[in-house]
């Protein structure tokens, strides 16, 4: 059995004068929003084996904000392919995943999370799929598991999603801003 949990980056901060978008920071909900979803993963005692994530300054600063809510330290390879990254490219990234990590964290952006979960995920398995399909919301959390021994065998519709964790589902100032 193998457990991928896709972490998206917090919310960015889009009026900060960078003059690229990797180098784009995090904004103050986006670091509350991060602290608030370490806290949960602390609460809901997740592990990991192993963690990926994009080289992108907003993903670093989501995880930096996500240690002093988890209370552990996280160590990620940083993988410059999973920057921006496409659902099929993610999924390559997956099955290069050392066979000895049988939990793994991956951390990225969208859209190619929400659509790498629509991938691995069957249609019509209930309303967690549902609530991806929807929005998958910065700081987001998706677990899936598969009943596989390698990580090259995840496929398309194998996977079961276990959970999905909105920062609003656990804190509702953190939900979509009013217009």
């Known amino acids: 059995m193998k457990t991928l949990t896709l972490l998206r980056h917090a919310k960015s901060g889009w009026d900060d004068p960078v003059a690229r978008d990797f180098d784009r920071p995090l904004n103050a909900k986006g670091r509350r929003a991060a602290e608030v979803m370490g806290r949960h993963m602390r609460d809901a005692d997740f592990a990991f084996d192993h963690i990926v994530a994009s080289p992108a300054i907003r993903v670093g600063e989501t995880l ?29 990234v997956v099955h290069g995943f050392d066979d000895g990590a049988a939990r793994v964290l991956l951390v990225g952006h969208n859209p190619g999370l929400e659509d790498l979960v629509l991938m691995l995920v069957p249609e019509g398995t209930g309303a967690l799929r549902g609530a991806v399909e929807a929005k998958y919301p910065t700081a987001t959390l998706a677990e899936m598991t598969f009943p596989v021994d390698h990580w090259a065998d995840v496929a398309d519709g194998g996977g079961t999603l276990t959970r999905f964790v909105r920062p609003r589902d656990l804190d509702p100032t953190l939900g979509p801003d009013e217009r």
């Not at 930096?64 to 390559?92: F, H, Q």
């Open 64 to 92: 930096d904000a996500i240690e002093a809510g988890y209370g552990r330290k996280l160590a990620p390879e940083w993988d410059r392919r999973v920057y921006l990254a496409s659902a099929a490219t993610l999924l390559d």
